[in-house]
């Protein structure tokens, strides 16, 4: 899988992997998608038992989610 991605300069890489995630996330299936994952990362509860390996996994996925969208409004020219 990895192997398909090609090198470019890094100003060229970013904007062209921030294209692309905007072209996964622009159709109905990718809104789908990425509500879903709005929806379990953002709105989840979460409780005062939690460890703190569960809370930095938990924020590491909210990270993760936000990069996306950056990539993905950075893609659509936002």
Do not use: N
């Not at 921030?18 to 998608?33: I, K, L």
């Amino acid at each position: 899988m990895f192997s398909a991605i090609k090198r470019f300069s890094a100003k060229r890489e970013s904007d062209d992997l921030a294209r692309a995630f905007a072209r996964c996330f622009q159709e109905h299936d990718g809104q789908v998608v990425l509500e879903y994952l709005h929806q379990h990362v953002f709105f989840r509860s979460t409780d005062p038992a939690q460890t703190d390996a569960q809370l930095r996994f938990a924020e590491g996925q909210r990270q993760l989610l936000l990069f996306i969208c950056q990539l993905i409004a950075k893609g659509r020219g936002e």
